[in-house]
């Protein structure tokens, strides 16, 4: 039984608890209510939510209509990836002998393979004990030849990199003009070959600039073939014909290394949804097909393997159906892929462990997707008591998503001030 002191400090504790529930009513609402019709006023064709760090919606504005994510879906796929293929998971690139002298490199689609893993790679080969290679071939066939990826036609920016199983420093080349107005590499970590010398003829001298490939995937791989033979050179191994060549690896050949990428998984994921890389996302997207069905991987292969996936992270619809989320590639360039606020927020919330792998900007943990006439984010703020899951996508010509953001920000803000 209590004591009349047990049962005075229960009344004391009781009347404050209900005092600090009322200041809470007092000073949220009002605010809340402001909040909410500022966000009206701002979200046009658009859709806004925000959820608490215990999952309770703060804001839910037009939830559930479809609209376009853009990069918002490297999120799903990012996470996609690393449930399928773990987060120690490392791309490999494959070398081999025929009889003949020749050593074949065969690209399995690592995204990452940049001029310093070249370097590695001949250095390691010339301590197997290669001396002397009579033909260096590139075989890029572990991709299917025509990939049903969105691209953008005639832009040399290199977010819009054409995709392949063989492909060095993202499939760009960086370039850069000296004194006297001549071309030179724009990196230290890469010699300037025949292939960018000839892209350089095509730009006016200026400010240093990366640039993509193009679409001719023979482009691509004269690059890397020139690449290793200047590092295959480096470290003194002779290559006889420099001529360039492009096959498919056939039963005469025979393997005699496996490089694996020196960069994990969760490294790469950090920097596709860093950078919104569209290449990397789609050299993801495909290695999934491949984990799933094997070489060579074709775009539906890719597509079916992430339908899968989506569902079994998110729940039945997801990855096909646009009221949650309708998903066939990785870079969120194809505009008829959809989403709608409420579904892209059950993302986030799975995604939850792996927000630190979002950029971080002033206090929120986000990814932007933009394309003509979209403008989204969408991620965690960060408070004290948690992650508040939000999601801005709007397609229209305006572009209010900043304005929606610093709303958003100032409700987390408010609740984070309420004792």
């Known amino acids: 039984m209590r004591s009349s002191v047990d049962r005075y400090s229960f009344v004391q504790w009781l009347c404050a608890s209900c005092l600090n529930v009322l200041a809470v009513i007092s000073l949220s609402l009002p605010f809340i209510v402001c909040a909410q019709e500022e966000l009206n006023d701002l979200v046009g064709n ?17 939830a559930d209509t479809p609209l376009i994510p853009a990069s918002l879906l ?3 796929l990012a996470q996609a990836a690393l449930s399928a293929l773990g987060e120690d998971y490392r791309f490999e690139t494959q070398f081999y002998r025929n009889e003949c002298g020749d050593l074949l490199v065969r690209g399995l689609g690592d995204p990452f ?48 990199a054409r995709n392949s199983a063989l492909a060095v420093n993202f499939n760009t080349v960086s370039l850069a003009w000296n004194a ?50 200047y590092f295959l050179n480096d470290a003194g191994v002779v290559l006889a014909d420099k001529t360039f060549y492009r096959e498919v690896l056939t039963d005469e050949w025979t393997l005699i290394y496996r490089y694996r990428s020196s960069r994990p998984l969760r490294d790469i994921v950090a920097g596709m949804l860093r950078y919104s890389n569209n290449f990397i996302a789609n050299q993801l997207f495909l290695a999934l097909g491949a984990h ?39 870079s969120g360039l194809a505009r008829h892929q959809r ?49 508040y899951p ?8 305006e572009n209010n998503r900043d304005e929606l953001l610093n709303e958003l920000e100032r409700l987390v803000s408010n609740f984070g001030a309420v004792p």
Do not use: C, H, W
């Not at 001549?182 to 006016?204: D, Y």
């Not at 939000?390 to 010509?397: E, K, P, R, Y």
């Open 390 to 397: 939000f999601v801005i996508i709007t397609n229209q010509a």
């Open 292 to 330: 799933a069905s094997g070489y060579p991987v074709t775009s539906e292969a890719a597509q079916e393997a992430l339908e899968i996936e989506l569902a079994e992270l998110y729940g039945s619809g997801f990855g096909r159906n646009s009221d949650k989320l309708f998903m066939t590639e990785g």
């Open 180 to 229: 006297e107005q001549q071309i030179i590499s724009g990196e230290q970590e890469t010699p300037l070959t025949e292939v960018a010398r000839l892209l350089g003829k095509t730009l006016a001298p200026g400010q240093p600039r990366r640039v993509n490939m193009g679409a001719n995937p023979e482009l691509g791989l004269a690059q890397v073939q020139q690449l290793f033979a």
């Open 74 to 76: 490297k999120i799903p």
């Open 46 to 62: 658009g859709a806004v939510v925000l959820l608490s760090p215990v999952g309770e919606a703060v804001v839910s504005l037009n």
């Open 113 to 160: 393979l940049v001029s310093e893993d070249i370097a590695v790679i001949a250095k390691r080969l010339s301590q197997q004990g290669l001396q002397r290679i009579q033909r260096l071939v590139m075989d890029d066939s572990a991709f299917e030849p025509e990939l049903d990826l969105p691209r953008e036609a005639g832009v040399d920016d290199p977010y819009a």
């Open 339 to 387: 989403t709608t606020a409420s579904g892209f927020v059950r993302v986030l919330e799975r995604f939850a462990p792996y927000a630190n792998l979002l950029p971080a900007f002033d206090g929120a943990l986000r990814k932007s997707g933009t394309l003509t006439g979209v403008f989204n984010y969408a991620g965690f703020f960060t408070a004290a008591e948690g992650l």
